[in-house]
């Protein structure tokens, strides 16, 4: 674990020496977008698509004008320089994914993604944000909750055990408040979805268990949740998607380090699956050890997909 909190602090140090037309210069904007959805035989949404590095561009910057997680990036292009990826090369941007299992089909986060699905049962759609979440000792829950509250321009009500880093007991709403300028509470304690004066750490097991969204994004889930949305808060590593009568699996590590076998526990899920039948292995194992965090065709007799000709780019790069 300390290797990684190491390498945190590192990335933290380099942030500060970013080019002026970055992450902290630059203004982001986003708008709602609504992808069409079918359970069981449409669930999986989006489509990837191609970004040209710009001079002085991040990894971090190209995420979140794409709508990604910084997470979502460094896993297709481990090997590549977040600060100074190769100026003008065309990366490819895995804004695509397999739905997460629901039983409400409302507010839903899938912590090893790190990413929240927002659906609309009365117009079959479903929208999606990548989220930061829990560090190690600060795991975010797991369960199904409901919002209890909202708040606009939130206090923090900071934990005793953090008051005397901070030297407060609570901090007002302003740019060092970690909550952002939205917060929603549900009911698990503490806890909360709300936005980020780090959005750095979109993408990251960075919070005390909340649920940090980038704020342009809060800005657009805020006035569209309602106080008693039902929240459901899972672990699933290994999704399987349908779209057009083939099967994708999405595949990603195992963030908070819970599954003793991830080759067992990818066996039993395959064996789970209703059409494991129509399911490539071969396929499906290389979908298992890329933990890609891309949907990947595994239908038997299908044609090379984009997360096989992803794995070539990245073995080439």
Request: glycine share 6%; aromatic share 12%.
């Amino acid at each position: 674990m300390w290797i990684r909190k190491t390498m945190l602090l590192m990335s933290l140090l380099l942030l500060m020496a970013v080019p002026q037309n970055s992450l902290a210069e630059e203004e982001f904007n986003s708008e709602i977008v609504r992808y069409p959805y079918r359970i069981p035989d449409l669930t999986v949404i989006g489509a990837p698509s191609t970004y040209s590095v710009k001079n002085n561009d991040t990894m971090l910057d190209i995420a979140r004008r794409n709508g990604l997680g910084y997470n979502e990036m460094n896993l297709i292009y481990p090997a590549m320089d977040p600060w100074v990826p190769p100026s003008k090369k065309n990366l490819i941007v895995p804004t695509f994914w397999v739905l997460p299992p629901s039983q409400h089909e409302q507010l839903i986060i899938n912590l090893p993604e790190l990413r929240l699905y927002f659906f609309d049962r009365s117009s079959g759609t479903v929208q999606t944000y990548p989220i930061g979440i829990g560090d190690e000792g600060w795991e975010s829950p797991l369960g199904s909750f409901h919002i209890v509250e909202k708040r606009p321009n939130p206090s923090w009500y900071i934990p005793t055990s953090l008051q005397a880093k901070y030297g407060m007991a609570v901090m007002p709403p302003g740019p060092e408040n970690p909550l952002g300028e939205y917060m929603m509470k549900f009911s698990a304690g503490a806890y909360g979805v709300h936005g980020t004066a780090m959005p750095w750490g979109v993408g990251r097991l960075v919070s005390h268990g909340c649920i940090r969204c980038y704020p342009e994004h809060i800005k657009l889930l805020y006035p569209q949740v309602s106080i008693g949305t039902n929240l459901e808060i899972i672990y699933e590593p290994i999704k399987f998607g349908l779209k057009g009568g083939q099967v994708f699996v999405e595949a990603h590590p195992d963030v908070y380090r819970r599954i003793p076998d991830y080759h067992a526990f990818a066996m039993e899920k395959l064996q789970q699956y209703p059409m494991a039948q129509k399911v490539d292995q071969r396929l499906y194992w290389v979908a298992v050890s890329l933990q890609s965090g891309v949907p990947m065709n595994v239908t038997k007799a299908s044609k090379p997909d984009f997360a096989q000709m992803m794995a070539v780019d990245v073995a080439q790069n």
